[in-house]
């Protein structure tokens, strides 16, 4: 069996789907070491990985891309954090590396440093996407405003066109060859470059909720969502009782400016017949109002209540959306930011639920939207089914195995 250092990103949105491959490499016999946040350092231990902290100095600086006016002064500011722990980052992992041995890495893209050091070493290694890819396709437009797709030969030609104009993601290059010079790798010309550069890329998704990909090569592979949660052994007593159909809403475990859209839900649905129970892991804000139809707490596990629910009001962050998704339940998503807008777009075309734009969030518009979503749940198994038919992270860990570490013990 073979020794993996995982390296991630310090966010526990990204935690949670590349503990499921992770927990699934492990219980194949392979010796597995894991560089997260400091909140995450405990769980990973208990489920079997050598978990350590990434630098603290990684951590201190949090992406502040919430309050950004525009798109581009949140891109910008991504940019900024991102350059700046990956100078740490390139320590960090060189070091880890040397204290591990691994025989292959697995990098969070978000990684800017890590994923440099990851290249540089001669390790094979894969880049884990628990978030949509920022990969160019023709056949869908430009990633980041969540355009709807046009099919046949107008809409590459459209997605060719606006493309010129959607390219801000490339801004990020001249940050990543500043990390690369350090570590004598030749300089990238486009965010597609960087975004290509591991022989493997795993996506923590799948058809039909993700768009056909015809141009992608088999590099690139989708292996379901990668859902985990941490169940409790019993439900909840006051869970239970309720006899009503249940609305989740689910708000970010970073502060994303979020909180709006669980408190409009929460006013929207408290004159029907449901039951609202609304999780703010980012701190439950003191001057919420409750309506006698909800309940508000800080943290829940989301199965035991994904298990009940009707719907999922989301931020469109692609754990809590797709954990939704993966036991067929339909969900509203306003999206925010980030992978977002995408997401919400993806959910509106697989015709899984629905998408409410922050700027017409009214609670009117907000109870029309979970409604809607809430007569979905045919288009919500079949995503479901999707996700499952991609084999999920036990096909990741075969790809990792046949295609990376075969090669290597061979050679060994």
């Not at 029907?272 to 892991?281: L, Q």
């Not at 998704?325 to 993806?346: I, N, T």
Request: overall charge negative; aromatic content about 8%; charged content about 20%.
């Amino acid at each position: 069996m073979s020794r993996i250092l995982a390296y991630q990103t310090p966010a526990m949105g990204h935690f949670f789907p590349i503990s499921v491959l992770l927990t699934e490499l492990r219980n194949r016999g392979h010796d597995i070491a894991l560089r997260t946040l400091a909140a995450g350092v405990k769980a990973g231990l208990d489920m079997g990985f050598a978990t350590e902290p990434v630098d603290p100095r990684i951590e201190a600086m949090p992406l502040d891309d919430a309050g950004a006016s525009s798109p581009e002064e949140a891109l910008a500011r991504v940019r900024e954090t991102f350059a700046q722990r990956g100078e740490y980052e390139i320590v960090d992992l060189t070091e880890a590396i040397h204290e591990f041995h691994p025989e292959l890495l697995i990098v969070d893209p978000n990684c800017w440093g890590a994923s440099a050091v990851a290249e540089a070493s001669g390790l094979p290694w894969v880049s884990f996407w628990a978030f949509l890819p920022y990969l160019r396709s023709r056949a869908v437009p430009p990633w980041g405003p969540g355009l709807r797709p046009w099919p046949g030969p107008v809409g590459r030609l459209r997605n060719a066109l606006l493309r010129r104009k959607f390219n801000s993601l490339d801004s990020w290059t001249p940050s990543h060859n500043v990390l690369r010079e350090r570590l004598g790798l030749p300089p990238l010309e486009t965010a597609d470059d960087y975004a290509r550069r591991a022989p493997l890329l795993l996506v923590a998704t799948a058809e039909p909720f993700e768009y056909p990909h015809p141009d992608w090569d088999d590099s690139i592979q989708f292996i379901g969502s990668c859902s985990y949660d941490p169940a409790p052994s019993t439900v909840p007593e006051w869970l239970a009782q309720i006899d009503r159909p249940i609305v989740l809403v689910s708000t970010s475990s970073e502060d994303q400016g979020d909180f709006e859209l669980a408190r409009v839900a929460l006013q929207a649905m408290s004159q029907e017949r449901v039951h609202v129970i609304a999780t703010f892991p980012a701190g439950v804000p003191r001057d919420i109002k409750v309506p006698a139809n909800a309940t508000v707490c800080e943290f829940l596990p989301h199965s035991v209540v994904l298990d009940r629910a009707a719907c999922a009001v989301t931020h469109g962050g692609m754990g809590v959306t797709q954990k939704a998704l993966a036991r067929g339940v339909p969900v509203c998503v306003v999206p925010y930011g980030r992978d977002q807008f995408e997401v919400a777009r993806r959910v509106e075309v697989a015709k899984c639920g629905t998408r409410l734009l922050p700027k017409d969030l009214t609670a009117s518009l907000m109870r029309d939207r979970i409604l809607k979503a809430m007569t979905m749940t045919a288009g919500a198994r079949r995503v479901a089914a999707g996700y499952a038919a991609t084999g999920g992270a036990a096909r990741g860990a075969d790809l990792i195995e046949q295609r990376l570490l075969i090669s290597t013990q061979e050679t060994s």
